[in-house]
């Protein structure tokens, strides 16, 4: 069975990031803060990533949220 993603994202599955994980876009270098949240598209501080809205993309390049990998734990 194949997983989508790439390697070292994490596959989609939220369960596996730390609610105050800081997760970087591969395409742009984005770097999603939970303590910062996300002014372009209005998300409160405090919010983590698994808590995003399902239409949620990177602010700079529109990439999918997927695209995203951990940081920093």
């Known amino acids: 069975m194949s997983q989508s993603g790439f390697e070292g994202s994490f ?4 369960t596996r990031i730390a609610d105050d994980a800081v997760l970087e876009c ?5 770097q999603y803060r939970p303590a910062e949240g996300d002014a372009v ?3 409160a501080a405090g919010t983590a990533f ?3 809205p399902e239409y949620w993309r990177c602010p700079e390049c529109d990439g999918e949220r997927d695209q995203f990998m951990v940081v920093e734990p």
């Open 11 to 14: 596959l989609g599955d939220t």
């Open 26 to 30: 591969k395409i742009c270098w984005y």
């Open 41 to 43: 598209w209005q998300i």
């Open 50 to 52: 698994s808590q995003l």
